[in-house]
């Protein structure tokens, strides 16, 4: 698929300053919220095994007072600072955040300080607002009314994290950071064909046989692909591009459009990038040159045109019918 | 119409990176999306009011806070596909860089519509019959309980059928062995994903009803301290109650959408598909 800039996707990129281009792909406020969920729960049982572990300290020399005055303390750097000190010494991870597979960076792409840690978090309580309360009855019944349940609606985070590209919540736009997910993507290279019969079949194409840079792609696609597709899933899929290419190769019109794609896959992107060592060296065919889109192939000049060649077939934008 | 160049990026995604990617198609298509989740919507809001209000059982200020809220999740359950399907069309034309018109979203709508009410209506329809043919609807509780299991097997394993119908534009049935229906064609799509579309079913079931307790607590916050009076009359109850519902449908419609293009992409290659479309079609205007 075309990846332009106008596409909707939720990957971003970002040239660092050594001008390598780095892909990343943004966190929205579903998976993050799983991560804030997991860090709360985290905190209350931290925050209770402590209390426990202070209480029957204190309790027993007697001086309850100030096991409570240490959980005042603890309650507030855990209220205030688990984030930021997370992300300060985890580099822009919580336990969360690490089990979500997520991670805070700059808008650069580069790792946030402590101060950028610390801000964003503290920062958390704009991004809570609105506050609510729900009656107590709508969940127990025969409450008195007057009961209610607070609550903070992340409302404004969530509208944030809507409105800008980068999903910021408000806490991130003045620290100028993002939560991108850490994902290790497997690039495919060359896709192993050894089915005898594509082999054979692109040893009968045309010595000259030359795609466009677009068909070139969508076959890479379509070869990495087919594997995981049933033989008639295969069948439909090839059938548009195998119907044409069978009429401009002249090739049998019970030709396998599957097995077709494969074998030009095969002598485009395989066995042309090998050097045969039965070629004398003067008439080493180089590997076949993919034009550009608006590039019309001049066949008297491609490299791929050897004495010997069958007629030309070349498939780019421009050319006409060469068969 | 070139289909290789679509609106969103056709690729492989998890369950959240969608949910992300419909805040995105959200954002871009706010208006319109507006408009046309609003036009589905409406007849049916106006019909549970109707519904409901009109029902003494069920209308009481004591009851509101159960009893009715309740029976509109039942109503808005059913009505969920019928009430989207504007939407939906809307998305699929949109997919393409093609500007959708209002005649012919409804064209569409008019073409589809006996398949949906045949296939996604009639629970809806059994439920308000029973309201009819019985005003404290104790029938229809039972029809309701009955209907859980269903409705678990209708959004938790063949989600997509209102996209089938709309979107793809099957016959409803056909006596050819080879050719495909829309019952045919949901189960060939549905078949072998079972668990991952449960998995999606269960988290839009979490994040829908968190997120719509969270906008009628807002509402609700909002409309006291703009009038300074924290009372909820029933039909104040009543509008936020059901704002707040369909506000979730709709946005669901869109992450639906995005899932449905999803499961295409894994389970058929429909990204293949697309691009081999698209150069067959540069293929053969270089043979022409």
Known sequence: MT????????????????????????????????????????R?????????????????????????????????????????????YWNGQTPGKRVMGIRVLTLTGEPINALQAILRNVLRVVDALPPFLLPLSWFIPDTPAYMLLPG???????VSMTCTEHFQRLGDLPTGTMVVVEQRRWHHGLVKIDEPLVVQLASELPANLEISRSLGKTLAHYVERRRVFPPARRADLSRHVGTLLVKRLGLPEDTSHDLLLCAIYYRTFISDQLEDPLVPEAQVVEPPRIPFDDEA?????????????????TFGPGAGGTQ | MQLDRTRITIRERTTFELFDLALRVV????GPLFRWVLVGVLPFALLNHWVLAGNPFIYEPEQLGATYTWWLLCLVVLEMPLATAPATLYLGQVLFHQTPTRSRIFGDLARSLPQLLVLQGWPLAGLLFCFWIDEASITGMYVVLAMVPFCFFRFGFRPYMNEIILLERNPLSTSNATRISTPRRSKALHSWSQGELFERFLASLLFGSGLALQLCAVAWGAKSWLTGNAELSPNVFAILLQASLWAVVGFFAVVRFLCYLDLRIRREGWEVDLRMRAEAARLSKELI
Do not use: H, K
């Open chain 1, 3 to 42: 990846n332009g800039r106008s596409q909707l996707d939720t990957t971003i990129e970002v040239v660092t300053p050594e001008n390598v281009l780095l892909q990343y792909q943004v966190c929205g406020p579903f998976r993050r919220l799983i991560a804030f969920a997991l860090d709360i729960g985290l």
């Open chain 1, 44 to 88: 209350i049982a931290v925050f209770f095994a402590l209390w426990m572990v202070v209480g029957i300290f204190f309790g027993f020399l007697q001086i309850a007072v100030i096991g409570v005055a240490i959980m005042v303390l603890v309650y507030f750097v855990f209220s205030w600072f688990y984030g930021g000190l997370f992300e300060a």
């Open chain 1, 152 to 158: 903070m609606s992340y409302l404004a985070a969530l």
């Open chain 1, 297 to 313: 192939p001049d066949l008297q000049t491609t490299p791929t045109a050897t004495p010997t060649a069958t007629p030309a077939a």
């Open chain 2, 27 to 30: 954002r871009s298509f706010a």
